[in-house]
């Protein structure tokens, strides 16, 4: 039974309180681990000990601090198959989809940022002749960074990235659902030299850890992705605070599909898109909307590759899905499955859990699930379900598909399929969505802003988007 432990001040350790919480392994249904369950007083610990790295590791240049994160990444790189089977025993997403997605991108992140922030610069102004401003960037001093379970190390370095990069100090917290890669980065923190108290790792509950870390005076921003729920939570905290925000919360994100599109490459990738991580990428495609023509011959290509994704032991390579993330979780995507009957859909395919043999025999699988004939304001629709359920329906024009499309509370991504570039650029200016896809799905470029709109989000996570959200601008106006 592995017992992981906070990292504070360089040091691993205990929970103050001395409680831990049980961590399953979501495909075999058995405990594994023990995480912290830490309070207020393990997230002052931390606070404290980032406080006192703060001005040393600010005074430090952007290219000595950029490369502790290379050398991060460098040991993520060397790491790749041990950190891949945690990511997979934590998650339940197939092996294959950590070992080539999710274990290299969070090298990447911290590569990116590591070098990038040694060509980040500020404006200056000139008065013509009166004065001259010019601007500096100035690191916030402790920041919070608190990460889902979907994507556990990918996008916990998304966070820690940018942020140490640009000069501040780290409390995190990785979700309690999947800690273990995070505890391991920390190993690697160890490994790296990274100054003691730069990054501190926190172990724990939303309610608990979490929300001590949102209402700490000291804690200067949050980053923050997850469900839109806690994301209102968390606001309610800080707003009264003034302290920064970023949430980067749901989606319920549409693929408009025009008759036009090049069929094969469309199908294959929509199917990428709705059934990912066992559909549990907020980026996820699950909402399918076909343009009239083709629907019958798109729903008869999607149904037979749906019909042939492997649900199986995601540690065994023929895996296309894995097990869902909790017992929890699996039941409220069959409430969702349960609802979308009751609302009058047609299950076409599906929509049962998948027991297994062997080792995974008290897994939390679940067959991939598409409805048709549901209209676009139900709840199915218009509700994140954040599990392998997608949903497909017809449209006539393309003002019906913008309607339909834009008919939700949140506004993340979308994807656009046609190889008429005019109509790419027109349907992809009037999607309500911070990102649009055009016959491609999470097609990333590091340096490009990723966020939402309504309630998928405040704020803009990214590239320099990133680099500026964790410092404050100071301007300075010289007259001559």
Known sequence: MLHLQNYINGTFLAPVSGAYLPNINPATGEVYSQIPDSDERDVQAAVEAAQAAFPAWSAFSAEKRGRFLIKLSELI???LERLAKAETTDNGKPLSLSRTVDIPRASSNLYFFGTGVQHFASEAHSMEGVAVNYTVRKPLGVVACISPWNLPLYLFTWKIAPALAAGNCVVAKPSEITPYTAHLLAELCVEAGLPAGVLNIVHGTGP???AAM??????KAISFTGGTQTGKTIARTAAPMFKKLSLELGGKNATVIFADCDFEKTVSTALQAAFANQGQICLCGSRILVERPLYDRFKAAFLERVKNLTVGDPMEEGSRMGALVSEVHLQKVQNYIALAQEEGGTLLTGGERVYMKGRCANGYFLQPTVFEGLPHTCRTNTEEIFGP???LMPFDTEEEALTYANYTQYGLAAS???QDLTRAHRVAHQLQSGIVWVNTWLLRDL?????GTKQSGVG???GWEALRFFTDPQNVCIKL
């Open 447 to 451: 340096r490009t802003p990723f966020g």
């Open 460 to 462: 803009r996570e990214g």
């Open 389 to 391: 359920v997608v949903t």
């Open 208 to 210: 608990k850890a979490g």
């Open 214 to 219: 949102c209402e700490h005076p000291e804690v």
């Open 77 to 79: 790189d060397q790491n």
């Open 416 to 418: 656009v399929w046609t």
